[in-house]
């Protein structure tokens, strides 16, 4: 299967790589919960990853996050805040599914 990615997005595996098919991340400490890897990739020089839980994929919602590396080359995931810029890049995710589902 080809993937056809619209020209300012650049597919990524990092936590792929990384992790497999699934991330476990923590509830600011408290509880733990396993999220499926639907997709990583870069816009404009960020990277994203588009993350969904059982519960969630019941609910028919996304987890939207950048992914980062620090210093050391560790990756890590922060919640994308903008409202904005959340639906632009769900938007763009909806677009490259769709494609990746008729090549």
Not at 50 to 70: A, G, H, N
């Amino acid at each position: 299967m080809s993937e056809r990615l619209p020209e300012n997005v650049k597919k990524l595996t990092l936590l792929h790589e990384a992790f497999g098919d699934e991330v476990v991340l923590d509830d600011q400490g408290t509880e733990s919960e396993a999220y499926r890897i639907l997709a990583e990739f870069e816009v404009k020089g960020r990277a994203y990853a588009v993350l969904q839980s059982d519960r969630m994929k019941r609910e028919e919602e996304l987890s939207l996050f950048y992914i980062l590396q620090d210093e050391q080359g560790e990756l890590q995931l922060e919640s994308v805040m903008d409202d904005e810029e959340w639906e632009d890049i769900l938007e763009l995710y909806d677009e490259m599914t769709v494609s990746f589902n008729e090549a």
